[in-house]
């Protein structure tokens, strides 16, 4: 059985950092890319970065030089964290494996004064 678990959301001033997590199954994180995705109300769901498993990383132009995506493959974690948000930000964050389609239930960010 997989799994993927979000955490780490919640209300943040503009300009604040977030940190999120994302504990894997084990047979699902090792050796494969991780993504974390992000859907505003009314939008589609857009990636945000990407790490493969050699640590190699991608960001979406929305979010460079601001967030960073990292990996702790002992502890089957993916990790995103956020600085200076803006509340374009504002969304549901996901976190995705390329092993699998099965989506986690996501954490939720609101960057509002």
């Known amino acids: 059985q997989v799994q993927l678990v979000e955490s780490g959301g919640g209300l943040v001033q503009p300009g604040g950092s977030l940190r999120l997590s994302c504990a894997a199954s084990?047979?699902?994180?090792?050796?494969?890319?991780m993504s974390w995705y992000r859907q505003a109300p009314g939008k589609q769901r857009e990636l945000v970065a990407f790490?493969?498993?050699?640590?190699?990383?991608n960001y979406a132009d929305s979010v460079k030089g601001r967030f960073t995506i990292s990996r702790d493959n002992a502890k089957n974690t993916v990790y995103l964290q956020m600085n200076s948000l803006k509340p374009e930000d504002t969304a549901v964050y996901y976190c995705?494996?390329?092993?699998?389609?099965?989506w986690g239930q996501g954490t939720q960010v609101t960057v509002s004064s």
């Open positions: 790490i493969t498993s050699g640590r190699t990383t």
């Open positions: 084990g047979s699902i994180f090792s050796g494969y890319t």
């Open positions: 995705k494996s390329s092993a699998t389609n099965y």
